[in-house]
């Protein structure tokens, strides 16, 4: 091989345009450089030889391309100064082999990134544990990955084809599929939760991230892509919590009945002691009665006032067994007032065993809210009886006062309770909705963490802050129904 110095000045014995902007040169059948282009001398003026430049197995492919009549392309050569060269060769008449050459090396690297962008992505998709699949607008399977046999026991060619809406639980499709052709067309993205059928028969819960593929020109949806994971153990947890929570409730009614009982025996034995003189009464006037007016008219009299009172027991023992009920909740809507009154007539006699006066603070007019109403009214229940136990450390043997004050602004109904008890240092305020924290000795901590869950579940809030009376001050919020729904309703 003749080095560039012996071939600074083409022979020109073969014609190769000068304008060609890919370096070209022409070989005997020996592979001696005859002729070459200024390009290719560019090349061969900047300090490389050719033997740097061309393959190292040039005698052999001039060989082949003269003896089989045919081109040979893309031949790489590394050159040392870190360019990628693919060489092409093919024959020419009188036994001569044209060589054409152009620099790839930012087509290689690209082309090699690619290869290993698509090595990196198959090796995520056949191992990860989220089912990655690619579907048509419509809902039908264009692919999926091998996780598909071990979440639903369907293998990826078991799947193409078929329409993800035959998978779908019967309750769930039709919202599910249009809140999913809505959501791609509109924002090109959507996360959703629903119930998928496994091969065997049984379903799962799956949380499926799908992102639309759109046309570049006209923007349409030509294909989704969906990452699907299984999260059954996730809502069976859910679940349990759920439940485990509505225990918890259902068993801090219970323990509240029963610091009640004592309150409730006497409201319930008097209505029903006063039915009884009533009744005996009017049975004597009965026995007695001749035709004196009188006697008829306390006999009546007698009989009115026993309905009332039968009534009265019947309306205590209703409330009770509202409050003690086990179940889910169930919201209504409802004014606060009559949720604060009930609250009031459960601890009515408690309070005045204590000599505790409670001073009720209630506008005329309230807006409703939307809640559970034995919730609530445990919620009220708690605050009072805690307030009505705070006087009693401070007033022992004097009377006191607590406060139940309730107000609104424009989104909100507020509820408060204040007592005159010892109040609570900072530490203890901080502390005080923690679950197990309390401040009493014979206390389980439970009742205003209970409270503050139930009222947050509303959409409310519960906090506590220092009273200017020095006691302490419990204030809790709900929001009001819109304006819309308060008049629709009344």
Known sequence: MPDKNKHAAPARGWWLPAADPQPALVLDARARLCDWNPAMHAWLSAGLAPDLLLPKNLAHLVQAVLEQQRAIEDVRVAVPDGRQLLWSFFALTDGHVQGRARDATETLSTFQQAQQARRLYRLIIENTTDLI????????????????WALLGYWPEQLRGTRIQELIHPQERDELVQRYSRALEQDGYLTLSYRIRHRDGHYLWFETASRAIRETYTGSVVEVVSVSRDITERVRSEEHNRRLQEELTHATRLATLGELASGIAHEINQPLAAIVNYASASQRYLTAMQADAELVQRLTLGLERINSHAQHAAEVIKRLRAFLRKGPRKAQRINPAQLAADALRLCAWEAQQQQVEIIQQIPAELPDVHVDPV??????????????????????????????????????????VTDQGPGLAPEQLASLFTPFFTSKEDGLGLGLSMSQSIIEGFGGGLEARPAESGGLCLHGWLPVLPAQEQVTEK
């Open 133 to 148: 699949s690619r579907h048509t607008p419509g809902g039908e399977f264009l692919d999926a990955s091998p996780a598909a």
């Open 375 to 416: 919730l609530i009214q445990q919620v009220l229940l708690n605050l009072l009886r805690n307030a009505i136990e705070a006087n009693q450390e401070t007033h022992p043997d004097s009377p006191s006062r607590i406060w139940l004050t309730l107000s609104q602004d424009e989104r909100r109904v507020h509820l408060e």
